[in-house]
């Protein structure tokens, strides 16, 4: 027995484990961060909106409870929307507030939706809610509801037309797509001139639709779009 | 074995008597009722925010747990001396300290899995709701996550020379060792080679804690959790204890009870 009260032969391999045991974890740390923290911090783009700046969006980061940060401030975006004594400056502060909650919690939906349909709606700052919009499909590219609203949001914004039909493409291309964004991309390509491909789409919904309501509008819609390029094209006769 | 086993049934038995359950009933209502509270006040899905905050409450609980087992053992058996009893018996150091853990983990178990089961409950039977798949691997992180600071805990007791040093050490660690993923991004960019060395000392003594944070990520659809992973954190949560088992039984073994 030594001075510690190990046996000698304890003593010799002892140092030799704890170097071993340190150097195993310092390697598996190193290669498992790649895995919890997937993308560098900075790399994250649109994801981290690093002009908002906040104690709250460090206290979230450092103390391992994004998520519960995030909750409790969602609630202060609420009561700051909610209070009428912000309307004055139209709620200036609304983007930066939606944004700093959806970096602390990503997943949470409505903090988009919410955002997204105050700014675009109510205050008209289309380019924020559609940037807010953007963050939240980079973060949940599964969510439906995101790309509805955008698809709604560009739909609303008539000068936007153009923008909004690849997301729309890609998403019914995906085939869960709702029958009502197969119809807004119908309304988007006759906005556009493209008749043919509403035509094509516009069949597609008179054939597979569920909904009687869908199918008349539908069949209104195709007789107005054949009128269209009936007339087109005794026009270019002409 | 049987031994350890005996140690950790007589820690278990010891940290119930000092009333440990009693913080998750109050953990279970004063959470429970905070997220209850908080899901009822914003805005959105009511039962993915009280899952997250369960979440958040079954960690908290956890952690109460371990601190304040810390404190009442180090008073029970450094301070009163109570460790002489143990130590004149035919136990070995290294089966006492792993027995002690043993006791602290499963005490932490019991009181992570009991609020997880309220949560459940609640998500489930009241809410009407559906548990995320992701859920049980959470919980099942949670646990590690405990064993990983139960052992450093202890390891801290052996150390330390004063109940508030220990539990004072112990909740630092645990605060520093979530911000392991924020000193690999400081580590990234350019800084003083003094201040770049003291950094990765600490990233490479830290529990890195986040690998464990599996709550934040519950319903992130980018998630992937196969074998690799599982191997990857199981195997990370077992070299770092073993070390700082390894310290803590140093630490006991030089330790002089007068």
Not at chain 1, 22 to 31: D, E, G, K, T, V
Not at chain 2, 58 to 76: D, H, Q
């Amino acid at each position: 027995m030594n001075s510690l009260g190990f046996s000698d032969r304890s003593a010799k391999w002892l140092p030799a484990l704890i170097v071993a045991g340190f150097i195993s974890q310092a390697l598996l740390s190193s290669r498992l961060s790649q895995w919890v923290h997937p993308e560098p911090f900075d790399a994250q783009g649109p994801k981290v909106d690093t002009k908002v700046t906040s104690i709250l969006r460090a206290v979230g980061f450092l103390s391992g409870y994004k998520v519960l940060v995030g909750h409790a401030f969602w609630i202060k975006v609420i009561q700051y929307y909610a209070d009428a004594d912000n309307s004055p400056d139209r709620y200036s502060r609304l983007y930066d507030y939606c944004s700093l909650a959806s970096d602390l919690n990503p997943q949470f939906i409505p903090v988009y939706t919410f955002g997204a349909a105050a700014l675009a709606f109510h205050l008209k700052r289309i380019e924020q809610a559609e940037h807010l919009l953007q963050k939240g499909i980079l973060s949940n590219p599964n969510e439906t509801r995101l790309k509805l609203m955008y698809a709604a949001i560009a739909y609303q914004n008539t000068e936007k037309f153009q923008q909004v039909i690849p997301f729309l493409e890609e998403q019914i291309l995906r085939g869960d797509a709702p029958d009502m964004l197969v119809n807004i991309l119908a309304n988007t390509y006759q906005k556009v001139g493209r008749y043919q491909d509403a035509i094509h789409l516009w069949r597609k919904i008179l054939k597979d639709s569920d909904s009687d309501l869908e199918r008349v509008e539908a069949a209104q819609k195709l007789q107005k779009l054949y009128a269209i390029v009936k007339n087109e094209n005794s026009d270019s006769h002409r | 074995m049987r031994k350890i086993l005996t140690v950790g049934l007589f820690t278990f038995r010891e940290l119930v008597r000092s009333k440990m359950l009693f913080v998750w009933l109050i953990s279970v209502v004063v959470l429970c009722g905070l997220a209850f509270l908080l899901s009822l006040l914003s805005y959105g899905d009511i039962l993915k925010i009280f899952m997250d905050l369960g979440l958040v409450g079954m960690e908290v609980s956890g952690l109460l747990v371990l601190l304040l087992s810390l404190a009442v053992t180090y008073n029970t058996e450094m301070d009163q001396k109570a460790i002489f009893l143990q130590m004149a018996k035919p136990l070995t150091k290294e089966e006492y300290l792993l027995g002690r853990v043993l006791g602290f983990f499963a005490m932490n178990a019991l009181v992570v899995l009991g609020m997880g089961a309220v949560v459940v409950g609640l998500v489930v039977l009241v809410g009407g709701g559906v548990v995320p798949v992701l859920f049980y691997d959470c919980v099942v992180f949670l646990l590690l996550e405990m064993l990983v600071l139960s052992f450093l805990g202890l390891t801290f007791q052996m150390i330390g020379t004063t109940m508030v040093g220990v539990v004072l050490y112990s909740f630092f660690t645990i605060l520093l060792g979530h911000c392991v993923g924020e000193i690999e991004w400081l580590l990234s960019k350019q800084l003083a080679p003094a201040a770049r060395f003291l950094l990765q000392v600490v990233y490479y003594c830290l529990p890195n804690l986040e690998i464990f944070n599996l709550k934040d990520r519950v319903y992130d659809p980018t998630l992937v959790l196969h074998w690799a992973q599982w191997q990857d954190v199981l195997l990370y949560a077992f070299a770092y204890s073993f070390v700082v088992f390894l310290i803590g039984w140093i630490s006991l073994e030089k330790r002089e009870f007068k």
